[in-house]
């Protein structure tokens, strides 16, 4: 199983995200490109909630998620923590599988990302969801 490559200029892209602070949700979508086998980011939505990124995903392509959550605590303060979701839906080849799951702690190393959380259908991507992932964290 051939570890991926990130290159520098995907790595620049997302640090850029890391470091503009947006005030909107934001998803950062990761696929691997299996010819050159390293990762690529196949598109950026801004102001995007996960309900609505659901619209954006499919159930038959496993995918790596950086997104931007716009967390506003019950005191008014707003806090922005960015997570890592590992989307892999099931009934997929199982090639395709192994692949990206050989390649998930690789990603999420090379990003530094520190939540990391695993889905396996797009109605899973909910903000309830995520509030509940993320209370582990508090």
Not at 16 to 21: C, D, G, H, S, W
Not at 38 to 58: A, C, H, M
Not at 123 to 133: A, G, I, N, S
Request: aromatic residues 12%; neutral net charge.
């Amino acid at each position: 199983m051939a570890t991926c490559n990130l290159p520098d200029s995907v790595f620049e892209e997302f640090k850029a995200l890391k470091k503009e602070r947006s005030p909107k949700n934001t998803a950062m979508v990761f696929m691997i490109d299996k010819n050159k086998h390293e990762f690529k980011i196949e598109e950026t939505f801004v102001d995007i909630s996960l309900e609505q990124l659901q619209e954006e995903l499919s159930n038959t392509s496993p995918r790596y998620i950086v997104y931007v959550y716009k967390h506003t605590h019950p005191d008014g303060r707003q806090s922005f923590p960015m997570v890592f979701i590992y989307f892999m839906p099931k009934g997929i080849s199982p090639a395709v599988a192994m692949t990206y799951s050989a390649n998930k702690e690789n990603l999420a190393s090379k990003l530094e990302m520190m939540k990391s959380f695993n889905a396996e259908t797009v109605e899973t991507l909910t903000e309830p969801w995520l509030k509940e992932k993320l209370a582990f964290f508090k």
